[in-house]
Protein backbone atom coordinates (compact mmCIF):
# COMPACT_ATOMS: atom_id res chain seq x y z
CA UNK A 1 0.00 0.00 0.00
CA UNK A 2 1.98 3.03 -1.01
CA UNK A 3 1.53 6.25 1.22
CA UNK A 4 2.95 9.47 1.41
CA UNK A 5 2.97 11.45 4.53
CA UNK A 6 3.07 15.10 5.16
CA UNK A 7 4.88 17.36 7.73
CA UNK A 8 6.24 20.69 9.00
CA UNK A 9 3.41 22.70 8.07
CA UNK A 10 1.73 25.29 10.51
CA UNK A 11 1.42 29.32 11.41
CA UNK A 12 4.37 31.59 10.16
CA UNK A 13 4.83 35.46 10.44
CA UNK A 14 5.38 37.14 6.89
CA UNK A 15 8.67 36.70 6.01
CA UNK A 16 9.79 33.63 7.75
CA UNK A 17 10.12 30.03 6.70
CA UNK A 18 8.93 26.61 6.72
CA UNK A 19 10.22 23.19 5.58
CA UNK A 20 7.79 20.73 4.69
CA UNK A 21 8.57 17.06 4.58
CA UNK A 22 6.79 13.97 2.56
CA UNK A 23 8.07 10.90 3.89
CA UNK A 24 6.66 7.92 1.15
CA UNK A 25 6.69 4.35 1.68
CA UNK A 26 5.13 1.46 -0.62
CA UNK A 27 6.83 2.25 -3.75
CA UNK A 28 10.17 2.57 -5.26
CA UNK A 29 10.74 5.95 -4.52
CA UNK A 30 14.18 6.61 -6.55
CA UNK A 31 11.74 5.57 -9.75
CA UNK A 32 9.45 8.36 -8.90
CA UNK A 33 9.20 12.29 -9.82
CA UNK A 34 7.88 13.96 -6.65
CA UNK A 35 6.09 16.91 -6.19
CA UNK A 36 4.56 19.45 -3.99
CA UNK A 37 1.31 21.03 -4.99
CA UNK A 38 -0.82 23.89 -2.55
CA UNK A 39 -4.56 24.41 -2.98
CA UNK A 40 -6.17 27.39 -0.91
CA UNK A 41 -9.68 27.46 -0.11
CA UNK A 42 -11.88 27.99 -3.30
CA UNK A 43 -9.04 27.65 -5.67
CA UNK A 44 -7.59 25.17 -8.07
CA UNK A 45 -4.91 22.91 -6.82
CA UNK A 46 -1.69 24.06 -8.61
CA UNK A 47 1.97 22.79 -8.86
CA UNK A 48 4.51 24.54 -6.76
CA UNK A 49 7.49 22.48 -7.40
CA UNK A 50 8.73 19.01 -8.53
CA UNK A 51 12.35 16.79 -9.04
CA UNK A 52 12.21 14.29 -11.11
CA UNK A 53 13.84 10.83 -10.37
CA UNK A 54 16.78 11.95 -12.42
CA UNK A 55 16.66 15.28 -9.83
CA UNK A 56 15.53 17.67 -12.44
CA UNK A 57 13.78 20.54 -10.81
CA UNK A 58 10.70 22.79 -12.47
CA UNK A 59 8.94 25.79 -10.17
CA UNK A 60 5.95 27.74 -10.15
CA UNK A 61 6.97 31.68 -10.85
CA UNK A 62 5.18 32.30 -7.55
CA UNK A 63 8.33 29.79 -6.22
CA UNK A 64 11.32 30.90 -7.86
CA UNK A 65 13.69 32.08 -5.76
CA UNK A 66 11.66 31.39 -2.82
CA UNK A 67 11.55 28.32 -2.28
CA UNK A 68 13.75 24.99 -3.05
CA UNK A 69 12.78 21.33 -3.49
CA UNK A 70 15.16 18.18 -2.40
CA UNK A 71 15.28 14.50 -2.31
CA UNK A 72 16.68 11.97 -0.29
CA UNK A 73 15.99 8.75 -2.06
CA UNK A 74 17.84 7.01 0.90
CA UNK A 75 14.90 8.33 3.53
CA UNK A 76 12.41 8.15 0.98
CA UNK A 77 11.59 11.52 1.68
CA UNK A 78 11.33 14.64 -0.32
CA UNK A 79 11.53 18.19 0.74
CA UNK A 80 10.43 21.61 0.02
CA UNK A 81 12.01 24.73 1.94
CA UNK A 82 9.90 27.69 1.82
CA UNK A 83 11.88 31.27 2.84
CA UNK A 84 10.26 34.31 2.47
CA UNK A 85 6.87 33.43 2.92
CA UNK A 86 3.87 35.73 2.26
CA UNK A 87 0.11 35.36 3.13
CA UNK A 88 -0.61 34.36 0.00
CA UNK A 89 1.28 30.89 0.07
CA UNK A 90 -1.86 30.04 2.85
CA UNK A 91 -2.65 26.78 1.52
CA UNK A 92 -2.63 23.03 1.94
CA UNK A 93 0.17 21.92 0.63
CA UNK A 94 0.25 17.95 -1.30
CA UNK A 95 2.84 15.62 -1.61
CA UNK A 96 2.57 13.98 -4.93
CA UNK A 97 4.43 10.71 -6.63
CA UNK A 98 4.12 9.97 -10.01
CA UNK A 99 5.67 7.67 -12.22
CA UNK A 100 5.64 6.24 -15.88
CA UNK A 101 6.22 3.10 -16.27
CA UNK A 102 7.49 1.70 -19.61
CA UNK A 103 3.99 0.03 -20.48
CA UNK A 104 2.99 3.59 -20.53
CA UNK A 105 0.50 3.23 -17.74
CA UNK A 106 0.62 5.83 -14.80
CA UNK A 107 0.89 5.66 -11.31
CA UNK A 108 -0.17 8.79 -9.55
CA UNK A 109 -0.23 9.20 -5.41
CA UNK A 110 -0.99 11.56 -3.21
CA UNK A 111 -0.45 12.67 0.83
CA UNK A 112 -3.14 14.36 2.85
CA UNK A 113 -1.71 17.29 2.83
CA UNK A 114 -0.65 19.50 5.57
CA UNK A 115 -1.86 23.58 5.92
CA UNK A 116 0.50 25.89 5.73
CA UNK A 117 -0.54 29.44 7.31
CA UNK A 118 1.25 32.92 6.80
CA UNK A 119 -0.21 35.49 8.86
CA UNK A 120 0.70 38.11 11.84
Known amino acids: QVQLVESGGGLVQPGGSLRLSCVAS????????MGWYRQAPGEQRELVANITSQFMTHYAESAKGRFTISRDNAENTVFLQMNSLRPEDTAAYYC??????????????WGQGTQVTVSS
Open 26 to 33: GLAFRLYD
Open 96 to 109: NGRRLWSCGKISDH
